[in-house]
């Protein structure tokens, strides 16, 4: 079955949702096994690929933000049973450092393991409402 490939393009219409790639043509991805391309220039369809991207990203957050939890939770369990066998006056070590420890976790791994937008919120300066 001979298949047209239609051209890559940054700007193109049309959109894989497999690789993100753009083209000029409607068709199926080259790189992604035949994965049917979706046209951007359908507002409907815009919008469907920018509400499945947004969730994409939200279901990654929530992942990192309940291992940041967990691992935090741990560290500070620990730090409370050896400031507790030092001093009991060091009670509140366990949150001094457990606080911003987790807020320093959960902005450096949502830098490097976050999910980035991969469909254009805009196509011809259009945004879907
Ligand atoms: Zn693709």
């Not at 959109?15 to 507002?43: I, K, Q, Y």
Request: charged share 25%; glycine share 10%.
């Amino acid at each position: 079955m001979a298949t047209d490939t239609p051209t890559r393009d940054p700007q193109g219409r049309f959109f894989c949702d497999g690789c993100a790639g753009r083209f000029t043509d409607h068709g199926r991805c080259d790189a992604c096994d035949g994965e049917p391309l979706m046209d951007l220039g359908d507002p409907e369809i815009h919008r469907m690929l920018i509400s499945l991207d947004e969730q994409r990203i939200r279901e990654r957050d929530q992942k990192i933000l309940f291992a940041v939890i967990f691992f935090t939770a741990l560290v500070m369990i620990a730090l409370l049973g050896i400031a507790l066998s030092i001093d009991v006056e060091l009670i509140g070590l366990p949150i001094t450092v457990g606080i911003p420890l987790g807020m320093g976790l959960h902005i450096g791994l949502r830098w490097f393991f976050g999910e980035k937008p991969r469909v254009p919120r805009t196509y011809n300066n259009r945004t879907p409402s």
